[in-house]
């Protein structure tokens, strides 16, 4: 048995417990004007969160890696070649128990705002110049989820049964101000972080705030 325990764990890659859904996104840079802008996409009645905003992604398909998935994404929504997205890098991720995003950055290249003609998903396109999120920190509004327990849960498998204390959980949801469009929310957060990364700074220094 423990030979058999040592071949399964050698080379072993450890993956995050629990059944989750994998999605990818780019955020998009395009120079306007000599300044460079992030640009976000408001999406259609079509599709699921109608007139919210999100940068181009979405589900990672089987046998595909997060990258392709970003720019595949990107190309179908905003309606464009593989040429005209240079890949730069890629920023920290949102893993929640239900699901991973991750996050690519790309320059639109030889494209302007004008010129896109994004698919039904995507209502309109806007940009927002990156200096204003390295200037202006978003809003943190805290919200409680409770823990809430079917009628068939098995509380006589507790040692404490019923009165068990389960720990609330407190998340924090960034909003951004912007005059005509909503931001807030996983777009956000990817937003605030890559704004943290071109100011240097670390995850570290934001749990030490």
Known sequence: MINKIKGKLAGYTPQPLGIQKHFSVLLP??????????LYEKRSRSISQPGETSFPGGTVEAGESYEAAALR????????KRENISLIGEIDYIAAPSHIIRCFVGELVNLTVESLQPNE????????PVTYFVENEPEFH?????????????????????????????QSIPFYRLSENFLWGYTAHLTHRFS??????SVEDRKND
């Open 121 to 128: 998903e995507v209502e309109k396109v806007f940009t927002i």
């Open 73 to 80: 994404e990107t190309q179908e929504e905003l309606n464009i």
């Open 142 to 170: 805290p919200v409680n989820l409770r823990v809430e327990h079917a009628d068939d849960f098995p509380f006589e498998l507790i040692s404490n049964g019923n009165a068990h204390k389960w720990s609330m959980r407190e």
């Open 196 to 201: 943290e990364i071109l100011q240097d700074i």
């Open 29 to 38: 840079l395009i120079e306007l004007d000599g300044e460079w802008h992030v």
